[in-house]
């Protein structure tokens, strides 16, 4: 089975930026991975933040992007708010198995 | 408004079976594939299954730690999509997750979540 590797945590200050990634181990990260990033606050439920790479849902605040960067997707938050301090998790799809990455933990401090 | 409630975990002992609903309202269940995720305690999330629509074949696709285990079923007539889980082990301890969405369909509602916890 694939893996998908995430950042285990990162920091921002308020106000900055800062980008996750989502890498595979099966090599480069395409848009046909059609990459997913999803947040999760403690005690909640998850929500999709991104789809297919770079799309968003209507709840999804425009402070975040989704994109492809370095053979890998990309979630990049610009201007962090202190309500986006979560879990964040991609997802992406191989051909029938999607897997999960492993979650970044970010703090905005 | 799209709503999903998950119901039917609980407490099961090992090799025992349970079975999840997703029920659903605000939309029109038989046109999307639905899918199930996990989390155990602690942990990130799993893909456990979707099963497609109708028009695409009403077929499900399983992880390979549930396969062969968990059947994923819908009742398009009732706007509920079920997870049977059988033979059921300690690592199937998680939320359970049922969210739209699916190989064609975009993920887009979650539901809340139900805890199934497998113990003896």
């Known amino acids: 089975q694939a893996v998908v590797t995430q950042e285990p945590s990162l920091t921002v200050s308020p106000g900055g930026t800062v980008t996750l990634t989502c890498g595979s181990n099966t090599g480069a990260v395409t848009s046909g991975h059609y990459p997913y990033w999803f947040q999760q606050k403690p005690g909640q439920a998850p929500r999709t933040l991104i789809y297919?790479?770079?799309n968003k849902h209507s709840w999804t605040p425009a402070r975040f992007s989704g994109s492809l960067l370095g053979g890998k997707a990309a979630l990049t938050l610009s201007g962090a708010q202190p309500e986006d301090e979560a879990e964040y998790y991609c997802l992406l799809s191989y051909s029938g198995p999607r897997v999960f990455g492993g979650g970044t933990k970010l703090t905005v401090l | 408004e799209v709503q999903l409630v998950e119901s039917g975990g609980g407490l099961v002992q090992p090799g025992r079976s349970l079975r999840l609903s997703c029920t659903t309202s605000g939309f029109t269940f038989g046109d999307y594939a639905m899918t199930w995720f996990r989390q155990a305690p602690g942990k990130g999330l799993e893909w456990v299954g979707f099963?497609?629509?109708?028009?695409?074949?009403?077929?499900?696709e399983y992880a390979a730690s549930v396969k062969g285990r968990f059947t994923i079923s819908r009742d398009d007539s009732k706007s509920i999509a079920y997870l049977q889980m059988n033979s059921l082990r300690a690592e199937d301890t998680a939320v359970y997750y049922c969210i739209r969405g699916g190989e064609f369909d975009v993920y887009d509602i979650w539901g809340q979540g139900t805890m199934v916890t497998v113990s003896s």
């Open positions: 297919d790479t770079s």
């Open positions: 099963i497609r629509s109708k028009p695409y074949g009403g077929t499900a």
